[in-house]
């Protein structure tokens, strides 16, 4: 069993930067792919970024190229979502997750372990 807490989330203005971090208890997420998820109101759940177990190969959604990085350090436990230039529309609550396996995940139904989410709101 995981547990995954998320924290990092806050008020920013657009054009700013954040940095989620996701931190794991109840066993080591060195075999884990390690995702993130956001939510905004209204909407389903959607992917954000995902990075192998290794930290080798990341996968993001288009709305994240070139603006948020997923890194991650196994020796803390730790995976990190570090967001630049934020827009309006990345106003969400953004989810963990964790999955055992070889591959990187990027649907919602195919992680076993989420965190309780950490609000992030981008302003005008």
């Known amino acids: 069993q995981v547990h995954v807490v998320e924290s990092g989330g806050g008020l920013v203005q657009a054009r700013g930067s954040l940095r989620l971090s996701c931190t794991a208890s109840g066993r080591t997420i060195s075999s884990y792919a390690m995702g993130w998820f956001r939510q905004a109101p209204g909407k389903e759940r959607e992917f954000v970024a995902a990075?192998?177990?290794?930290?080798?190969?990341?996968l993001y959604a288009d709305s994240a190229k070139g603006r948020f990085t997923i890194s991650r350090d196994n020796a803390k436990n730790t995976v990190y979502l570090q967001m630049n230039s934020l827009k309006l529309e990345d106003t969400a609550v953004y989810y963990c997750a964790a999955k055992e396996t070889l591959g990187i995940p990027n649907k919602v139904s195919e992680y076993d372990y989420w965190g309780q989410g950490t609000q992030v709101t981008v302003s005008s």
């Open positions: 990075i192998i177990w290794s930290g080798v190969s990341t």
